[in-house]
């Protein structure tokens, strides 16, 4: 279908956007935008309204919307003054003006880029409002505040859609089963749980229950609870990381596993989710590295317009580069960079997009365009744990160490449970050990060793931290058990994480 007004025509098929037959580029999000205001003309949209539209109800910031209405304009050839086409409704939202026509004369034949910000194959969360179980005002407003601040975090999950309807259950005084909420929304997950407060020895507690549920089948994958200490501010700020470290690989696995049980050929976007899926669950490894570029690879080719593949591709052969857990590393390389260029070309906007190719420019050498993108990936969403772990390594690599050790320390504490906690905790040892604080960076390498014991990396960095210390015996133990994980284990690859003056002393060994 074409949508046509003045002389613009939108291409909704081809996701082109072309001005007296010349193509405009636009984002994607950007691109969904114009085609929801075109199909709608005269009409008046609240954010929350264009939200739930374009962005699918997750949650994202008013400055997201706005940046995006900004770009809209500006590729319309129109402004925030002038207001041409998307006029603002004080107090009401943005109207779309142009005489709209639409004709279905797309050309045959036409390769169809997909690049619509989720589809059918994307899984879909619903999380419900925690309950209080007192009418207490802050308590009230603690659970409140929970639920929000859980939603905006796991906004950060590539393709998971947050569903924008859980105000519906919010007043009801029995939640009906998942199954029925299923059957209701169409959601696959739902997360729910309550918050209760008591006093302990005099001291403020808050208790928070969460559970997990599978909406489809109707059981309940994963719950804990959590206590936490008052006041509620700290308990907030302390609390939501707490459970988001737990609940993230819960999700993953969720997905990972129901991807899995998909009969006949995948789509994109399943296969990315399983790429993904394998990197979150099995660590970051020469093996899951191997496998997942071969996903992304399919995943990219099966949708030319998927940034987040063409992104998360890059991630994986630049890290394989850096670190040598690639036998091909000029190819590599290439293709790292091929990617990361390609992917913020489809779309800047998105931080996950921006924290992937940011993180695969500076991995492949190129620190300078890297550390930019990654503080936009920040700004976007400061929620965004791979993205502060990045930068806090990029940093390292620049000699900036303080802040190296700030970032990594943040992005370790906002992010998921999982085995690549491992290799951000080695490379935070080794902001430690640059700093000459071999305390702090021998406590960072045990408990990297200790996250993932099928990672070679937290013990090449224990390995010269207890020869420092003086320690031979130790640092040759820990080595052996380096060699035990990776056979295969070669002298660049130990002088690509410790630099030379470290990797030829450790050898010596």
Known sequence: MTLRFDDFELDTAHYELRRHGELCRVEPMVFDLIKHFAHHPDRVFRREELIEAVWAGRVVSDA??????????RALGDSGDTQTYIRTVRGRGFRFTANVTETDDAAPGRLAIATTPFSCDDPSLLILPLRALADTPELVRFADAMTGELSSVLTRIPLLRLSARS??????????AAREI???????????????????????RIRVTVHLADARAGFRLWAETFALAGPVCEALDVGVPMIIAKLEPQLHRAIYHTVCSIDGERSARQLYLEASGILALQGWHHESFSVAADLLRRSWRLEPGFALAAAHLSLVRGLGHRFGLMSDREQAWAEALDAAECALQ??????????????ALDDIGYPDRGVPILRKALELNPANAQAWAALGSAYLACHRLDEAVVHLRHGIRISPLDSRLSIWGAVLALAYLLLDDRSAAREQAELACQRDDRCYMPRIVLA?????????????RVLSQAYRIKPDLTSEQIVALVGQKHGKRLLAL
């Open 64 to 73: 997201t919307v706005a940046s995006c209405i900004k770009q809209a304009r």
């Open 167 to 176: 105000g519906h259950y919010l007043d009801r005084p029995v939640t009906p």
């Open 346 to 359: 489809l779309d800047s906007m998105d931080s996950t997009v921006l924290g992937y190719a940011g993180c």
């Open 464 to 476: 010269v931290i207890h020869r420092l210390d003086g320690r031979q015996d130790l640092a040759r």
């Open 182 to 204: 299923h059957e209701a929304l169409g959601v696959d997950y739902i997360l729910e749980g309550s918050v209760q407060a008591w006093l302990d020895e005099g001291a403020d």
